[in-house]
Nanobody, 114 residues
Framework: VQLQASGGGLVQAGGSLRLSCAASGDMLSINTMGWYRQAPGKQREFVALITRNGTTTYADPVKGRFTIIRGNAKNTKYLQMNDLKPDDTAVYYC?????????WGQGTQVTVSS
């Protein structure tokens, strides 16, 4: 499984951004896709995920603000981020989990200015 991530950038507090993650390879083996983030000096933390059947889970800090959207292409997922806060500043990583492996896309920088 390979993941191609895109999106991110610089936005003012209260603004919105959308990240995308396109998977290729053994798509049938993927059980979940999602995002993690890592802020400077902090550990990587869970942000959100979507299961094969469409069930979503969000970390408490982003609930109500972030939404995973299924793309028209089954291999693409989007993370819509609204009402962004300076604390959301981090490098965001999309990932895909199979029964035996975890795959990571390249990180994309999200910077929220106050």
């Amino acid at each position: 499984v390979q993941l191609q991530a895109s999106g991110g950038g610089l936005v003012q507090a209260g603004g919105s951004l959308r990240l995308s993650c396109a998977a290729s390879g053994d798509m049938l083996s993927i059980n979940t896709m999602g995002w993690y983030r890592q802020a400077p000096g902090k550990q990587r933390e869970f942000v959100a995920l979507i299961t094969r059947n469409g069930t979503t889970t969000y970390a408490d800090p982003v609930k109500g603000r972030f939404t995973i959207i299924r793309g028209n292409a089954k291999n693409t997922k989007y993370l819509q981020m609204n009402d962004l806060k300076p604390d959301d500043t981090a490098v965001y990583y999309c990932n895909a989990m199979t029964t035996f492996n975890i795959y990571w896309g390249q990180g994309t920088q999200v910077t929220v200015s106050s």
